[in-house]
């Protein structure tokens, strides 16, 4: 007998985790193909959780839209980690932004923070190498498919997260690149986590997306100061209501009296 799990499974495969036409085909009941499905099955390698599973995080429902279902590859227990930090930024970052994610994650790592991140270019990527480098475990929320390692040239770091990580995504197997999944992706990046942090970041950027998904989530958002003639939106995030970061103490001390 087909189970309510693998009746999600089969839609997202079938649907290429597209949350509208999964919503819309439980919504009108639309038949199962047992058929269909095991096709589908058999290109299918990663693991995964559907949002009735226990491991599915409580968090994550919360958020707008929650994923039906969850790929995952690596340690799905780091979900559950009680300290885990979203760190966001410019993927165009100078070396005053890449100073302030070396500093500052490396000593969140040091106190047992799981890094969270999109892998995508720039301060993303640089936050996941941080945390491999000093032994911390990390998180990389993907915007394609599971399968699909993008840019190609993370994938030494793809496959390193994957052995001692975690990389999740709700488009299973090789769903190509599809430029409206990347915002849509920093919801799961704004739920999961206790905070924002935002080492350096643009206007109408990414960034400034995971930061309004996780305001309206309650989650603090902290922000590194910059010089007034960098370009950088982090000063107003500040001006803002942002937790001004000088130090991971600023970050820890937040989070852990919050909790």
Not at 156 to 170: F, Q, T
Not at 197 to 212: D, H, L, R
Request: net charge neutral.
């Amino acid at each position: 007998m087909i189970t309510a799990d693998e009746i999600l499974l089969y839609l997202s495969l079938k649907y290429e985790g597209d949350w509208d036409k999964i919503y819309e085909a439980i919504k009108l009941k639309k038949d199962f193909s047992e058929q269909e499905f095991l096709l589908l099955k058999n290109k299918h390698k990663s693991n995964y959780i559907t949002i009735l599973n226990d491991n599915y995080p409580t968090a994550l429902k919360d958020c707008f839209k929650p994923p039906f279902v969850l790929f995952y590859y690596g340690n799905i227990n780091l979900l559950k980690a009680k300290k885990k930090i979203t760190i966001v930024g410019s993927r165009n970052c100078s070396q005053y932004g890449e100073l302030c994610v070396l500093n500052i994650t490396k000593e969140l790592v040091h106190n047992g923070y799981v890094v969270v991140s999109g892998m995508a270019k720039g301060l993303d990527s640089f936050a996941h190498q941080i945390a491999l480098d000093n032994g911390g475990q990390t998180i990389a929320v993907l915007g394609t498919g599971i399968d699909l390692c993008y840019p190609k040239q993370n994938l030494a770091m793809y496959n390193k997260i994957k052995e001692s990580g975690l990389i999740i995504s709700e488009y299973p197997t090789d769903t190509t690149i599809i430029k409206e999944n990347f915002p849509k992706r920093n919801r799961i990046l704004a739920s999961i986590c206790d905070g924002v942090f935002v080492p350096e970041f643009k206007v109408n950027s990414g960034t400034g997306i995971t930061v309004s998904m996780a305001l309206n989530l309650g989650k603090p958002i902290f922000c590194t100061p910059h010089p007034i003639d960098n370009g950088t939106a982090n000063n107003s995030l500040i001006k803002d209501g942002a937790i001004l970061v000088e130090n991971a103490n600023d970050i820890i001390f937040e989070i852990e009296n919050k909790n």
